[in-house]
């Protein structure tokens, strides 16, 4: 099964991905060079429609972000087999950050409840 159209796939040249990214649900649309929209797409933002998505990415594909320069689609996977420093970095870094908040929370729901009593 593919995960986009027939006219997207067979768009030869450049292909510009637009991506509007929700909670729930992502719309894609694809653009050739002179920015005509070839087709377009809704889907779940799931991590598997990504996946489907990065599979049929090409060398040059570049998703368009009306107010950010181009970023090749390429640079948006991320890849778990072949992570480099930085990936692992800023996934132990948002799990440090989390585990903290967690832990500070926790401190400060035992300072702010009854005092106990001193068994000693």
């Given amino acids: ?16 991905f637009g991506v509007d990214l929700a909670k729930r649900e992502t719309q894609l649309a694809v ?3 002179d920015g005509v929209q070839i087709s377009q797409k809704r889907f779940a933002t799931e991590r ?5 998505l990065a599979g049929e990415l090409r060398e040059g594909d570049t998703v368009a972000d009306p107010t ?10 991320f ?3 072949r992570p480099t420093e930085t990936d692992w970095e800023r996934i132990l870094s948002q ?13 400060a ?8 009593p001193d068994l000693a």
């Fill in 109 to 116: 729901s035992r300072s702010n409840s009854a005092p106990r």
């Fill in 48 to 52: 598997g429609q990504f996946l489907a």
């Fill in 68 to 77: 950010a320069p181009l970023i090749p689609g390429t640079d948006l996977v």
């Fill in 1 to 16: 099964m593919t995960f986009l159209s027939k006219e997207a796939r067979q768009l030869e040249g450049a292909r510009y």
């Fill in 95 to 107: 799990h440090t950050e989390r585990l903290l908040l967690r832990y500070q929370k926790r401190a």
């Fill in 79 to 81: 890849d778990p087999t």
């Fill in 31 to 33: 653009l050739d060079a």
